[in-house]
């Protein structure tokens, strides 16, 4: 059955969706990636939406807290789309940071630069972009803020449909650019994890996926 235009359901769904979560929360617990489908950041409180039926990042940020103590969080989510659904879950909570870099604009028409909070950061950035502006606003804009709230714990929303040869977006990353992203993305707290969102080249992303978690592993 079809709950949006996007998103649809069949008899091995939630099997699917419990597998993930459960990856994502293994992925926290290890300092792993979490390789998994489908993915979660458009997932509402209340419904699913644009591919996504459970947020599995908000699922490992509650579980860390939960059965880690860990009580601060920063979920870094690079996806060509803005994570409305986790932006959504933690917008009212001191304790979870939230910083969504995107295309802008575009699906789901979220994430805008007038929409900010005291623990949400969106950086939207134009079609075309590529490396030298995804890691100029990383290190300008994202690097401070995250690194002011003093996070115990990142989760990164490793979206790769951002790179060139994506054909759902108009993004420029290359593969070195990811590395780069995840080398940053881990220098910002003790610990890291991060969770598979978007990419839908399967040619290429199987590389892309490589040159994130090499800049993951250079960094820890």
Not at 108 to 137: F, I, K, M, W
Not at 161 to 175: F, K
């Amino acid at each position: 059955m079809w709950l949006d235009p996007d998103t649809i359901a069949s008899e091995t769904t939630f099997e699917a969706c419990l597998l993930a979560a459960g990856a994502a929360i293994e992925a926290a617990a290890r300092g792993g990636f979490a390789l998994i489908r489908p993915p979660g950041h458009h997932a509402l409180p209340d419904r699913q939406m644009g591919f996504c039926f459970f947020d599995n990042v908000a699922i490992a940020a509650r579980w860390a807290q939960a059965e880690l103590g860990v009580r601060r969080v920063a979920i870094v989510d690079w996806d060509v789309h803005h994570g409305n659904g986790t932006e959504a879950i933690f917008r009212a909570d001191p304790s979870v940071f939230f910083v969504s870099l995107h295309q802008w604009p575009f699906y789901p028409g979220t994430g805008g630069p007038d929409d900010q909070g005291e623990t949400t950061l969106n950086v939207p950035l134009r079609a075309g972009s590529g490396d030298d502006e995804y890691l100029d606003a990383f290190e300008r804009v994202v690097e401070p803020a995250v690194s002011a709230f003093e996070p115990e714990l990142v989760l990164v929303s490793a979206g790769f449909d951002a790179h060139a040869e994506d054909p759902l977006a108009g993004m420029l990353l290359s593969a070195e650019g990811f590395g780069e992203l995840a080398r940053g993305s881990a220098a910002l707290a003790p610990k890291v994890a991060a969770v598979l969102e978007g990419g839908y080249n399967v040619e290429t992303l199987p590389g892309l996926v490589a040159a994130a978690i090499e800049g993951f592993e250079v960094s820890k």
